[in-house]
């Protein structure tokens, strides 16, 4: 996909066969890509789920929110 080599892409998806995109899981995988990313690596993430918007609380946002996702977990997890 994208030219990016198979074993390292890693789906998260509620369909039974992928790891769930849990909380947990999601953060797992953004913290994996941190990890094994090198210099002069390219990166790509793609999130098609439901997100939210929470009042920005640093100021660095033009509209005054923060972009959230909502994982498959929310409603435990927040």
Same mark, same amino acid.
């Given at each position: 996909v994208?030219?990016f080599?198979?074993?390292?892409?890693?789906?998260?998806?509620?369909?039974?066969?992928?790891?769930?995109?849990?909380?947990?899981?999601?953060?797992?995988?953004?913290?994996? @890509? %941190?990890?094994?990313?090198?210099p002069? &690596?390219? *990166?790509?993430?793609?999130?098609s789920?439901?997100?939210?918007k @929470? %009042?920005?609380?640093?100021?660095d946002? &033009?509209? *005054?929110?923060?972009?959230?996702?909502?994982p498959?977990?929310?409603?435990?997890?927040g």
């Amino acid at each position: 996909v994208w030219g990016f080599k198979e074993e390292n892409i890693t789906v998260l998806m509620d369909d039974g066969k992928h790891i769930s995109p849990t909380r947990e899981n999601i953060l797992n995988a953004y913290k994996q @890509l %941190v990890k094994v990313s090198q210099p002069g &690596d390219a *990166g790509f993430c793609h999130y098609s789920g439901h997100g939210g918007k @929470l %009042v920005d609380d640093n100021g660095d946002e &033009d509209d *005054g929110y923060d972009e959230t996702l909502i994982p498959l977990d929310y409603a435990k997890t927040g």
